[in-house]
């Protein structure tokens, strides 16, 4: 094969790699779009009203396939693009974004758009790169495939020389390089040592009051069955970080919910009283330890990890394995047969005592026919009406404080995604989850305050046949922000203060109708179960609009 094109290359790498999608704001790699279309028609070219809503797409793509998501834009939109990537680099999601660069002819020289936009990469990838020669396509992109399956999975940058990459037009001699292994998460699974898994296990034999905190590693790593099963083997009550959440179903009786800030009450009173802590596969950030309060610095840990930077950086540790995360659990459960199962009926008493008295405490509003309707409604009959293969995105803020507290995980086929951090990342995160999994129900929960961010994109999820739904908590209101503006103006809000987080009651169910999707908007509690049956079974993309109270607030996290 001789004188075929860039476009021609990154066609067939892409394909090669088993990329489905591609989302993007025009115009970026012209040529490569008609190759795709000539040569690749099965691999959908997605355009979107916005650079930063494409990134989240090729985020929620990756998250729920696990192969990395392409986003693509041209320079003028690179720094959009960049913004978007800071998702999926908290997350720990691999995307690999393109983007156009300047020309050696014009630089410095302020032809229209042109900024280096290259050092903005920096801070939200791991491997920013650029590629001035067509000979290159090959290798980068191999490279690019590399890095961001391998190790702890992220986003990679790859500037592509002219302003809409037209490189891709130059003729080039070489050849498509394709790694199978590095097309999905994770591609390596490094394995424990067994001394260190000996004395791992015999730290847990010599604990009263052990708990495992899961991760979003653990998520990475497909791990959750073996998480299940060594959890189960040595009875250990199991706490999950947001993006651990459906590592473990929340239904089962050692689960015990998400801890730190966006957390349920009783995982972190459980949590804060474990005598030893054994971490898997989550950095032990300030979201998931609730500022290092939870477990208290000073509580003997143990943690797991597959990046050995990560390991005791927040907590000085007992003992530490450097593995991928399915190996050292599997290679745990193994081992503990020869370690036995200590007696721990009173720890998992009280961890039962602890889970009844939280159920206690909300059943009231989890059932509540209030009118306005209360969002942890919401997040209960979402519980009880998603299939068992759903898979549930959640928006940060409220949104992520809501689900994480009151929506149960209800079976291991269940996928649940959450924002690392960007409001309005939940429902554009959506339309490409549904675009990597279009034979599972997708279910967004986000508000009004995350869905005005990228709006447009019903419109694209109504062009495209996306179908996905998305659940709108709208109270016409960032009611997070309530209390932050109550404590400024010296614990009581004004009049005035309410317009720094309120907005008009709008009804997004009209919106959507006239977007092209299905609007349904939900006014009393009793409307929610059939509005979400009739949603799941539309075959269209569909607005659950539910007009909530403005007034109620997510319970803070304990410590």
Not at 205 to 213: Q, T
Not at 465 to 486: A, E, M, P, Y
């Amino acid at each position: 094969m001789s004188g075929h094109t860039g476009a021609e290359v990154v066609a067939d790498m892409l394909d090669g790699y088993g990329v489905t999608h591609v989302f993007l704001v025009p115009a970026i790699l012209r040529r490569t779009l008609a190759e795709l279309e000539r040569r690749h028609p099965h691999i959908a070219r997605v355009v979107t009203h916005g650079e930063k809503s494409a990134a989240y797409m090729a985020d929620g793509y990756a998250r729920v396939t696990g192969r990395p998501g392409i986003a693509a834009a041209q320079v003028v939109g690179a720094l959009n693009l960049a913004a978007g990537l800071r998702e999926p680099f908290l997350a720990g999601s691999p995307v690999i974004a393109l983007t156009g660069g300047r020309l050696p002819a014009t630089k410095f020289r302020q032809v229209y758009q042109e900024i280096d936009d290259l050092p903005a990469f920096d801070p939200v990838t791991k491997f920013n790169g650029t590629i001035d020669d067509a000979g290159r396509f090959p290798d980068m992109l191999r490279h690019a495939f590399r890095v961001a399956t391998s190790g702890p999975p992220g986003p990679v940058h790859l500037q592509i020389q002219g302003n809409e990459g037209q490189l891709d037009t130059a003729e080039t001699d070489a050849e498509p390089i394709v790694e199978p292994g590095f097309a999905r998460v994770p591609a390596l699974r490094p394995a424990p040592g067994d001394d260190a898994v000996a004395e791992v296990l015999r730290l847990l034999a010599a604990a009263d009051r052990p708990v495992i905190v899961a991760g979003g590693g653990v998520r990475a790593s497909g791990a959750g069955a073996e998480l299940i099963a060594l959890a189960e083997a040595l009875g250990i009550p199991v706490a999950t970080s947001a993006n651990g959440k459906d590592t473990i179903p929340g239904t089962h009786p050692l689960s015990v919910g998400v801890v730190g800030s966006y957390s349920r009450e009783s995982a972190n009173r459980i949590v804060g009283r474990a005598d030893l802590v054994c971490f898997v596969g989550t950095h032990t950030g300030g979201m998931t330890t609730h500022f290092w309060a939870v477990p208290p610095i000073g509580t003997p840990a143990i943690q797991i990890d597959i990046e050995p930077t990560h390991l005791g950086r927040n907590y000085p540790l007992r003992a530490a394995i450097c593995a991928d995360a399915k190996a050292a659990l599997a290679r745990l459960l193994a081992l503990s047969v020869h370690s036995g199962r200590p007696d721990r009926s009173a720890w998992l008493a009280e961890v039962d005592a602890e889970q009844a008295a939280w159920r206690e405490r909300y059943r009231e509003v989890l059932t509540s026919d209030a009118v306005p309707i209360r969002p942890e409604r919401i997040c209960g009959e979402l519980t009880a009406a998603l299939p068992a293969d759903a898979v549930v995105l959640a928006d940060t803020g409220h949104a992520g404080m809501w689900m994480a507290q009151f929506y149960d995980v209800t079976d291991p086929g269940q996928d649940y995604l959450r924002s690392a951090g960007h409001l309005g990342w939940a429902f554009s995160a959506g339309i490409g989850a549904k675009c990597g999994a279009p034979d599972r129900p997708v279910v967004v929960f986000t508000g009004d305050a995350g869905l005005y961010y990228h709006l447009g994109e019903i419109e694209t999820a109504a062009r495209r046949g996306i179908n996905l739904v998305t659940v709108v908590n709208n109270n016409h209101g960032g009611n997070q922000s309530k209390r932050g503006f109550d404590r400024a103006y010296g614990g009581q809000g004004s009049e005035q203060s309410r317009e720094l987080w309120t907005y008009r009651d709008v009804d997004f169910a009209r919106i959507a109708g006239e977007m092209g999707a299905l609007g349904i908007r939900v006014d009393k509690p009793g409307d929610l179960a059939p509005a979400l049956d009739r949603a799941l079974s539309a075959g269209r993309p569909v607005v659950v609009d539910v007009h909530t109270d403005i007034d109620v607030v997510a319970p803070l996290p304990v410590s």
